[in-house]
């Protein structure tokens, strides 16, 4: 029996309840009873919404752990308190199906931020999860110190996915050692020390990475990352110079551009900022230049079409070498290339990667040439983790996952559809400055106006993430000012899934702003 249908003001929605599993997926058991939908959860369906969830074919597991009570009170004593939750009350999530997800209460949610962009291929994806249990019942870890067939087979496999000299893999087990490796490989290589960065970006939370990354609600008052400096983001909506034409997306800014054919006035701007840099902030040789294709923390920032290709000849002038970090916009998720610094037509001498990489199984990568890695061999380096034997069955079922299943194309076809359908919500609300991106790398800046671009406060853009999740979306929230709402989806999201994740954010904007008009 399907769930049952009622009517709210006037129109016919449907919960984003549980559907009756069926044969497709014999392999789960029997979960959740049937039960009526959550009645707070229809209420909010209710609003302004013509079309209900798409449908799911999969029942999750019945939830027997500790009571939701129970579990805030574990998570305020037991946890670190720097390991923050979202909304006003956190989700107690309990199984996920590819881009669903399921809380304790059997609530069905409609993923639009993948783990903070980490489940590519989709939650427990039936083919990597029979990898990782295959390779569980056969071998859990040797230590990298020896030979087992995984790490070579993924190595070769992971190297063929890149252009030439970038052939050679060192495996690790996160985002931040990834990019703390790279640093490190860059000054031995070179022998400098310098890296600089854009503002905005974030390459991890170590120690030595808290140097490049530039968002200072990551930052303490301590010393860490010494010999970073930052440079000017190149961003064509909030930076001084930017226009229509700018950046490599489907949706271009609002604001005018002074560019003429064949050149880019706001690209040649942010250039000159950089060679600013080199004049007064550094030595005269460096060691590198780190950045993100597409800035993820910071929304979805897109550079100017060549800024970046000019830029790593500048680094390279300089003596360093370049740096791009794919930990979220790798593995085909803009869609028009499998790596984000091919849409800049550039080859980086490091790139690192994570996240999707392992869809949710913690693990990352280095690439890079055959000299620079080199360069860490000149004395013991040991990671007891990297190249796990299970991280390299999972991160080979990934690589065929994506393959099987064309999610690059799929990135291309939903994330274009969705991004051309945002951005009809930037023409009708106000509050809705910039919508940029590619594929389903996507990200909605929201201003006080479009005149003045200034941020939309980080509590009402906040209260909308909550309207949002109220009727069954889960979205990010980023950006400097944390006025930026972050899509970024398991790779697998249909034009249904979209359709309904553009209507939802319809709604909370139209909810927004009539509390914004009842407060006046």
């Known amino acids: 029996m399907l769930p049952k249908m009622r009517h709210g003001g006037g ?76 909304y006003k009350k956190p989700l107690l999530l309990h199984q996920g199906h590819m881009q669903w997800l399921f809380d304790c209460d059997g609530r069905r949610y409609l993923d639009l931020f993948s783990g903070i962009v980490t489940v590519s291929v989709g939650h427990c994806h039936p083919k990597v999860t029979a990898a990782a249990q295959k390779q569980l019942g056969r071998l859990w870890h040797t230590s990298n110190l020896f030979m087992h067939p995984g790490i070579q087979e993924y190595a070769e496999k992971l190297a063929s ?37 854009l503002r905005g970006c974030y390459h991890g939370g170590s120690a030595y990475t808290l140097g490049p990354t530039s968002l200072s609600q990551y930052k303490h008052v301590i010393a860490s990352g010494t010999g970073c400096q930052t440079t000017m983001l190149p961003d064509v909506f909030c930076g001084p110079w930017g226009g229509s034409s700018c950046r490599d997306s489907p949706v271009q ?33 460096i060691a590198g230049f780190i950045a993100e294709p597409i800035q993820g923390v910071n929304g979805a920032v897109q550079y100017p079409k060549g800024f970046l290709k000019e830029a790593f000849q500048l680094v390279r002038e300089k003596g360093g070498v370049c740096i791009v970090d794919e930990v979220q916009t790798g593995f085909g998720r803009t869609g028009s290339h499998y790596w984000g610094f091919e849409g800049h037509d550039v080859v980086p001498d490091i790139v690192t990667m994570a996240k999707g990489i392992g869809n949710g199984f913690p693990m990352a990568a280095v690439v890079t040439r055959k000299e620079i890695a080199n360069a860490l061999a000149r004395s013991t380096h040991f990671n007891t983790f990297g190249g796990n034997a299970v991280a390299c069955a999972v991160g080979s079922a990934v690589l065929d996952a994506i393959e099987k299943d064309g999610l690059q194309n799929n990135c291309v076809e939903v994330g274009t559809h969705m991004l051309l359908e945002f951005a009809k919500l930037r023409d009708k609300f ?35 993430k909550e309207d949002c999740k109220d009727m069954g979306v889960i979205i990010g929230q980023g950006g400097v000012f944390l006025q930026t709402f972050r899509v970024k989806p398991p790779m697998c999201i249909t034009k249904a899934d979209a359709d309904f994740a553009v209507e939802v954010f319809h709604a909370a904007l139209s909810r927004h702003m009539e509390r914004k008009a009842a407060a006046k």
């Not at 392999?27 to 009526?36: I, T």
């Not at 970038?166 to 890296?195: H, P, Q």
């Not at 004049?279 to 005269?284: A, E, H, I, L, Q």
């Not at 201003?447 to 909308?464: C, F, M, S």
């Open 11 to 86: 129109i016919l929605v449907l919960a984003p309840f549980l559907r009756p599993r069926t044969p497709f997926h014999p392999r789960r058991k029997v979960g959740l009873p049937r039960r009526e939908p959550c009645e707070q959860q229809e209420k909010n369906m209710s609003f302004h919404l013509q079309s209900k969830m798409p449908a799911c074919d999969f029942l999750p597991d019945k939830y027997e752990s500790y009571p939701y009570e129970h579990m805030v009170k574990i998570r305020k004593e037991n946890v670190s308190p720097s390991l923050y939750t979202s």
């Open 253 to 285: 800014t609002i604001r005018k551009c002074n560019c003429s054919p064949g050149s880019c006035h706001a690209k040649d701007q942010y250039i000159e900022q950089l060679k600013d840099t080199f004049r007064t902030c550094v030595p005269k040789a």
């Open 161 to 197: 996915m890149f252009p030439d000299p970038l052939k050679v893999i060192y495996l690790t087990n996160s985002g931040s050692e990834a990019n703390d490796m790279a640093m490190y490989m860059a000054r031995l290589y070179t022998r400098n020390f310098d890296i600089i960065s």
């Open 430 to 464: 106000e509050i809705v400055g910039d919508v940029r991106g590619k594929g389903l790398m996507i990200g909605i800046e929201m201003v006080e106006n479009k005149e003045t671009r200034q941020p939309l406060p980080a509590e009402e853009v906040a209260q909308i």
